[in-house]
């Protein structure tokens, strides 16, 4: 992502604490459904969570203005109570959107691929 998160592809990482792996597994595999509409109603879209087996947590999302989406998930009752379920998984202390490492976009497919001349197919660059 960009360091505008306006309308983009947002993509972050997180830690989860090793003595925690499977549970956090767990509990992603079956969020609240009040969590997931509070979610999607406050403009997360296309939201997928990776987990690496030391730890490493990685999410992207579609979100037209990602710092209006975070105010607005702060602000539901759900989400206090998730984050509070949630902290314990995490390295960093307190609540765990709140250690959200956000990383920039260097590179997208799609949009290089659209940027190209039409001439460009037989390039050997």
């Known amino acids: 992502m960009s360091s505008n998160t306006a309308g983009a592809r947002v993509c972050f990482t997180s830690r989860v604490r090793a003595d925690r792996l499977e549970e956090n597994r ?3 595999a079956a969020v609240w459904p009040q ?3 509070a979610l999607r109603d406050t403009g997360w879209r296309d939201y997928h969570l990776f987990l690496r087996d030391d730890g490493l947590l990685v ?3 579609v979100t037209d203005d990602y ?3 975070q105010r607005g998930m702060a602000a539901t009752e759900v989400n206090a109570r998730w984050q509070a379920a949630m902290s314990g998984f995490f390295v ?3 609540n765990p959107d709140d250690g959200f490492v ?3 976009e260097v590179f997208h497919l799609e949009a290089q691929l659209a940027a190209l001349p039409a001439n460009a197919a037989s390039d050997n660059l």
Do not use: F, P, T, Y
Request: aromatic fraction near 0%; charge should be negative.
């Open 26 to 28: 767990v509990a992603h």
């Open 35 to 37: 969590m997931l509409r």
């Open 59 to 61: 999410g992207i999302l």
């Open 67 to 69: 710092e209006a989406a």
């Open 92 to 94: 960093d202390e307190g």
């Open 102 to 104: 956000l990383l920039d």
